[in-house]
């Protein structure tokens, strides 16, 4: 955009406590584990809107109170004497602020666009190719007042909860106002504690519950032609699912027994999951915050980590809603490990049962706000079969581009979209041609609608022939 655009970086100096060395905590052991098997930065990257009168000095003081208050801003990560992955906690440096000057014949509406683009573009970009820090900003500046910030961190740091808690030390974000902490523990003392024979208690308690899971396990989920040698996410492609039918309907359901939408969520995707692939049991990951744990509410750092259940799939979509009230709660209680432990258990599973097996089918409810005000409106005035069904023709799919490498056959996210179920699936093409992915999304649409008004309704799972071994 040649002169339109002026790039400038602002170099900010920051000092703070918390320095040293420490193992990676469980959290981040799992991130780094599947970035590894993937070509997926996860970063956690947005754009937002900064109040009126601020100026480019203003965001390089709240970047710099950033960087110095919140020690995981000032981690690098290595190995040790050992060998072994570790994070190193700096005291004090430098980070560069990137200023887009925009030219003032332009509209504040390009700023703002720009700023748009470039938080999807700097998503996807390795973070260590443009700063030694696991976080990255950048302010659209026009006629000389900050108007648009772009964001974005390293999950090796925070997780989704941890990005909302430092937008409120930026004035910014949907938790603004909100207190946080100021004693939440910080990410290093927190590798340490896991190291505690306290914690590893409660490792060694997930393990006995993973082993019940995983025990029995085909070699994949779904099968294909790649087992049991399957290279995570060899053919992957990127599908979008919005239904305000859905989401009006699972309202209902929540409404009706009396259940919070997460899990009517996860119940009539796996129904629709079975019907449509004919896997019965279904044995998947879900992504499990782990914050109601003593002392994780407010840590700023990623303690995100896959939890297991197993749901049988035959009878009615009710008594599927029914198992994951209660397996769901049964695999978050189960769900903070160290990966480490897991990898060991999962590699002796794999030698008494001849064959190497492995989940991959996961479901992430990705909801922050739009979770709450959805079991908020189950509280409302109830509408009719009719109101819901004629919101079908509303419904999308949009199909993406492909994207190599990923860590699961079949990856739904359910994402933080308002009056409707806004789906995200990432599939293995070879496991899942383009027209069953479709069945698969309208199935969820169809087995919500059907269950909105009715306890009886049959899952229409058929279970295929156990798989034994490769």
């Not at 700063?131 to 910030?149: D, F, I, K, S």
Request: glycine residues 8%; aromatic residues 6%; charged residues 25%.
């Amino acid at each position: 955009m040649g002169k339109r655009i002026v790039h400038d970086l602002v170099p900010v100096p920051f000092s703070g406590p918390g320095t040293g060395t420490a193992p990676l905590t469980w959290g981040q052991k799992t991130i780094l584990h599947d970035m590894r098997n993937s070509d997926w930065t996860y970063n956690i990257s947005g754009a937002h809107h900064l109040p009126e009168g601020l100026t480019v000095a203003d965001v390089a003081d709240r970047l710099s109170r950033l960087m110095s208050k919140h020690p995981a801003l000032r981690t690098r990560f290595g190995t040790d004497d050992e060998g072994k992955p570790c994070q190193v906690v700096h005291g004090s440096g430098e980070i560069d602020l990137e200023v887009m000057t925009f030219a003032d014949h332009l509209d504040r509406t390009d700023a703002v666009d720009h700023g748009n683009r470039l938080w999807l573009k700097w998503m996807a970009a390795p973070l260590e190719e443009h700063t030694p820090w696991p976080l990255r900003m950048g302010v659209m500046q026009y006629r000389g007042e900050a108007v648009y910030l772009v964001l974005t961190l390293g999950h090796m740091v925070v997780d989704g909860v941890g990005g909302l808690l430092l937008m409120t030390d930026l004035d910014l974000g949907e938790l603004v106002g909100r207190p946080v902490d100021p004693d939440a523990v910080r990410l290093a003392d927190l590798a340490r504690r896991e190291a505690t024979p306290e914690l590893r208690r409660v490792s060694d308690r997930a393990m006995r519950y993973w082993e019940g899971h995983l025990r029995s396990l085909p070699p994949l989920t779904f099968g294909g032609s790649g087992a049991p040698d399957y290279e995570a996410g060899r053919r992957c492609r990127n599908v979008r699912f919005q239904s305000r039918a859905a989401y009006l309907a699972v309202v209902e359901i929540a409404r009706r027994t009396r259940t919070d939408t997460g899990r009517v969520l996860l119940a009539v995707i796996a129904t629709a999951i079975a019907r449509t692939t004919g896997v019965n049991p279904l044995t998947l990951h879900v992504a499990a915050g782990n914050r109601y744990r003593p002392g994780l509410a407010d840590v700023i750092g990623s303690v995100v980590q896959n939890a297991v259940l197993t749901l049988d799939l035959d009878g009615t979509v009710d008594d599927v809603i029914a198992q994951a009230r209660q397996a769901s709660t049964a695999a978050l209680m189960n769900s903070y490990y160290d990966p480490d432990q897991l990898a060991e258990l999962a590699a002796r599973l794999d030698a008494e049962r001849g064959y190497p097996a492995r989940i991959t089918c996961r479901i992430n409810d990705r909801r922050f706000s739009t979770r709450a005000q959805a079991d908020a409106v189950a509280d409302a005035a109830p509408l009719t079969e009719d109101e819901i069904r004629a919101k079908l023709p509303e419904t999308q799919v949009m199909w993406h581009k492909f994207v190599y490498r990923w860590t699961d056959q079949l990856f739904v996210n359910i994402e933080d979209h308002p009056d409707a179920v806004y789906l995200q699936v990432v599939n293995d093409t070879e496991v899942f041609p383009p027209e069953q992915v479709e069945a698969m999304l309208y199935a969820v649409e169809e087995v919500a609608v059907e269950a909105a008004f009715r306890s009886d309704v049959p899952t229409g799972a058929q279970p295929r022939p156990a798989v034994t071994g490769a």
